[in-house]
């Protein structure tokens, strides 16, 4: 009898992946959520969760982080929309220019590209305020914002479209009926990727805000900075909270995501 032929399985090279992950991802998250539950003196303690929630402080710059997030991923929406539905709309060569103008850009150190906002900034007398910080965010994320709108209206098909015109419809009845909820897959997905990141982005508002305009991520960074078991305890725990919002506010988009694309695709005629 011939020996059996071995059959390679496409999922072997996830294996290298994996052991990246649990290296870098996994066991550090385990070591945060140990020093979260580490007292000063490095027993087992609950009260570093009870400092996060009896803290005001904690509550006031949390919604200050919201505040900045919800303005920021507003703006980035109401530039991104128009500007991926006319890529999308348009026959010139859609690549070269997401390339050119959005894409590009992201390879330069995101340090660089915010020391050079800054500095255009303060040469047109703009100096660090809230309203700074906001355009260091809109700047910085709004290619996350638009690449997922453009990817959905790009792949819409078209044929609705056309129905909808040969039904009737005008320019404004065919975007509010037809390309706006096909299209909300892709906002819903530019919203997650861009209000996210904005809770721990606190390079962005320590560099162009003012002292009322700091994140929460500051607060944490500030926490493992001072280097003790005591302040590592409760930054873990405010990290591991953070965590669980972000976690939440994933859920919530797939969820939305999900329903839209399974919502019923015709009608009565």
Do not use: H
């Amino acid at each position: 009898m011939s020996k059996k032929a071995k059959v390679f399985r496409p999922t072997a090279f996830a294996f290298p992946y994996l052991a990246v992950t649990a290296v870098f991802v996994i066991v550090p998250l385990i070591l945060v959520l140990v020093y979260a539950f580490r007292g000063e003196d490095g027993t087992f303690t609950v009260n570093n969760f009870q400092k996060v929630f009896t803290d005001v402080e904690n509550l006031r710059q949390l919604g200050k982080t919201v505040g900045i997030a919800a303005v920021s991923t507003a703006i980035c929406l109401a530039i991104a929309y128009p500007t991926a539905y006319i890529l999308a709309s348009n026959p010139f060569n859609k690549m070269a220019i997401l390339s050119l103008l959005f894409i590009i850009p992201m390879w330069i150190n995101f340090m660089l590209r915010i020391f050079a906002l800054q500095s255009l900034l303060n040469m047109i007398g703009v100096q660090k305020s809230y309203w700074a910080a906001v355009i260091g965010m809109v700047y910085d994320f709004f290619p996350y914002m638009l690449l997922p709108i453009y990817t959905v209206l790009s792949n819409m098909d078209k044929s609705y479209v056309e129905a909808s015109r040969d039904l009737g419809a005008n320019g404004a009845v065919t975007f509010l009926r037809v390309t706006l909820p096909l299209s909300i897959p892709g906002v819903i997905s530019g919203i997650s990727m861009m209000f996210m990141p904005i809770f721990s982005s606190y390079a962005i508002t320590k560099m162009m805000g003012d002292a009322n305009t700091s994140v929460i991520g500051a607060k944490i960074a500030n926490l493992f900075e001072n280097q003790n078991y005591g302040n590592y305890g409760y930054g873990s725990a405010l990290s591991f909270i953070l965590l669980l919002i972000v976690l939440v506010v994933v859920f919530v988009g797939n969820f939305l995501t999900n329903r839209t694309n399974k919502a019923p695709k015709g009608g009565k005629a």
